[in-house]
């Protein structure tokens, strides 16, 4: 069926036409879910999510590309929202000690873990709230387009958040823990780019 008739189906609900596009697009979906939430369970939680909702909102959606990247859009704003509200803090610092230790082995044994953490936790919880979660956001992979359309920001706003951000974890490294500022500041501007 074309994508004409699969949408004048499902507004009409017909449920073999929900069916079909269930069928066509929830494999590509539920990989783009794994991919970014790295946990199977939630991925597939929130795969369905996206269904249940076209499903309710099956009579009054508007689709203006395709129904790919309606849903794909779908995702991606569900994924933000997620990271928005959840465990999103923890899992970022985590994630950027993990990829520095990875980098900066030999220092790290020379500077407690512990320390270099709880430092960055201490900075990141005292961003402005929009300049947290561009910075948080972008170190979990998601583009500045893809923030600046889920925060209804500009995309040099963006920018300028996650900038300003980097030079504020520059500072406070630098203040805190001055004879690896370098090494761990360049660790960040390679994993978090601008």
């Not at 879910?33 to 199977?40: E, P």
């Not at 991606?76 to 610092?93: A, C, D, E, G, P």
Request: neutral net charge; charged residues 25%; proline residues 1%.
């Amino acid at each position: 069926m074309e994508e004409s008739a699969l949408l004048n189906g499902l507004r009409g609900g017909r449920e073999d036409v929900f069916a079909e596009i269930f069928n066509r697009h929830w494999e590509a979906l539920f990989r783009e879910a794994c991919y970014r939430l790295k946990k199977h369970d939630e991925a597939q939680d929130m795969v369905q999510d996206i269904f249940t909702d076209f499903w309710q909102r099956r009579h009054s959606i508007q689709i203006s590309t395709s129904i790919s990247a309606y849903l794909h859009g779908a995702l991606k704003h569900k994924i933000i929202r997620h990271f928005s509200r959840s465990r999103l803090h923890q899992s970022v610092v985590d994630h950027l000690l993990l990829r520095m230790q990875t980098f900066e082995e030999s220092i790290l044994e020379v500077i407690a873990a512990g320390e270099i953490q709880k430092t960055l936790e201490e900075a990141i919880v005292h961003f402005p709230d929009n300049m947290r979660q561009i910075f948080l956001l972008r170190s979990q992979d998601f583009t500045i387009a893809e923030i600046a359309e889920a925060l209804g920001l500009s995309q040099q706003t963006v920018k300028n958040n996650n900038s300003q951000a980097l030079k504020r974890l520059k500072h406070v490294l630098t203040e805190k823990h001055p004879e690896v500022t370098s090494s761990l500041y360049a660790a960040l501007l390679l994993f978090i780019k601008t």
